[in-house]
Structures are given as C-alpha cells and as structure tokens.
T-cell receptor, first 114, second 115 residues
Framework: GQQLNQSPQSMFIQEGEDVSMNCTSS?????WLWYKQDPGEGPVLLIA?????ELTSNGRLTAQFGITRKDSFLNISASIPSDVGIYFC??????????????FGTGTRLTIIP | DVKVTQSSRYLVKRTGEKVFLECVQD?????MFWYRQDPGLGLRLIYF???????EKGDIPEGYSVSREKKERFSLILESASTNQTSMYLC??????????????FGPGTRLTVL
C-alpha cells in the first residue's frame, strides 16, 4: 500500500529546542492525523486536521494542514525529555469517502541529547 | 476516553502453533483494524472489519485470518505461526463518520516472537 513520506527520519536535539517535521504525499488528502509512539507502546493520537490551511495546537504541539492538501507539518516547541519517541503522520486520501482506512507515514524518531 | 485493549503484551510461540491475538474496544466503534509493525517497514494493515462478521483484507493478509463475532472484539489468528511473523501487532478502532475518514485509536500492542 501507499506510504506517506516523512522527514526527517530521525532528529537528535537538546532539551529546550524546537522541533519541526513534515509529511508529504503525491496525492491530495482530506484528513491529516499526527500520532506519537513511545517505545514498546501503541501510537497515541496527538492532533487531527480536516481542512486545508487549518492550524491546530495541543499544548506545545502545533500542526498544520497544507494549503495544497498534499502535506502537513508538526512543530514541537521547547522540547522536554518525554517528547522522545516516534512521530507518525497519517491521512485519508481524497476520494476515499466512507473508507476508514488510513495511509501512514514512515515515522520520525526524536531523540533528546542530554 | 477510548480504550483499546489487547490480550497480551508479550507472547512467545513455537513454529507451527496456532496463535490467537485478541482486541477489545469499549467505545462502540464500528471499525476495527489489525496492523503489524516492523523496523523500517512502518505500519502495515493486515485485516480490517467495518461491522460484525464483516472483514476485508488489508495489504498483507497472507498467513492470517480474523474473526469478529461481537462488535467490541476483533481477533487475529495465525493458523500456523512462522518465524517471519515475529513482529509487533497493533489493534485499532474507529467510529464510522460517513465522511472522509476518521481517527483510529490504538491498543498498546502485542510483541509476538515465534521461535
């Protein structure tokens, strides 16, 4: 099946730094979701986006639904140790009305350097 | 809060054994999904179900079957486990929105090792 392209694949940052990652697709998406997965756990939904241009925040996290409908961005401000994990984007391609399946990104692994 | 639970966090089985992975959700969701997650391959959909007794193949159904006898429960069955089925298995559920797709909520995962 199709996968979304996420970048970067991994990030090594210091505590307190801001983080940016993005997700792109060759086709138009109607929905963008961002998940975080801690080691050995299942993904947890962070933010859901449903309209082009939409900007949504959840605490220190901010995500945007790209105007072209082919991309989405996730920013984390002032990173803390519990932000460590893998971040996945997911979405529902245009035309998949009523199809509940999601397409997932390849993931961005975030590591905080002491 | 949506809660998705999986019967085991860790399982060790031998080649050829029949393996059952159980998933239960408590939010009356119509849709349930089984994925496997392997390093470098991301999340891959095995099977999903949009109603009781209904199922559809995902991207990698070979070697697996599923059962959904009750709305809240979705079981993944490995008829004869093989070493290449060693993986992290994730269950998810979502409501049917009638629109463009919906958030899926995941369980904690079952790490299966086949020896």
């Amino acid at each position: 099946g199709q996968q979304l392209n996420q970048s970067p694949q991994s990030m090594f940052i210091q505590e307190g730094e801001d983080v940016s990652m993005n997700c792109t697709s060759s086709s138009i998406f109607n929905t963008w979701l961002w998940y975080k997965q801690d080691p050995g756990e299942g993904p947890v939904l962070l933010i859901a986006l449903y309209k082009a241009g939409e900007l949504t925040s959840n605490g220190r996290l901010t995500a945007q639904f790209g105007i072209t409908r082919k991309d989405s961005f996730l920013n984390i401000s002032a990173s803390i140790p519990s932000d460590v994990g893998i971040y996945f984007c997911a979405g529902n391609p245009r035309g998949n009305f009523g199809n509940e399946k999601l397409t997932f990104g390849t993931g961005t692994r975030l590591t905080i350097i002491p | 809060d949506v809660k998705v639970t999986q019967s085991s966090r860790y399982l060790v089985k031998r080649t050829g054994e029949k393996v059952f992975l159980e998933c239960v959700q408590d939010m009356d969701h119509e849709n349930m999904f089984w994925y496997r997650q392997d390093p470098g391959l991301g999340l891959r959909l095995i099977y999903f179900s949009y109603d009781v007794k209904m199922k559809e193949k995902g991207d990698i159904p070979e070697g697996y079957s599923v059962s959904r006898e009750k709305k809240e429960r979705f079981s993944l069955i490995l008829e004869s486990a093989s070493t290449n089925q060693t993986s992290m298995y994730l269950c998810a559920s979502s409501p049917t929105s009638g629109s463009w797709g919906n958030e899926q909520f995941f369980g904690p995962g079952t790490r299966l090792t086949v020896l």
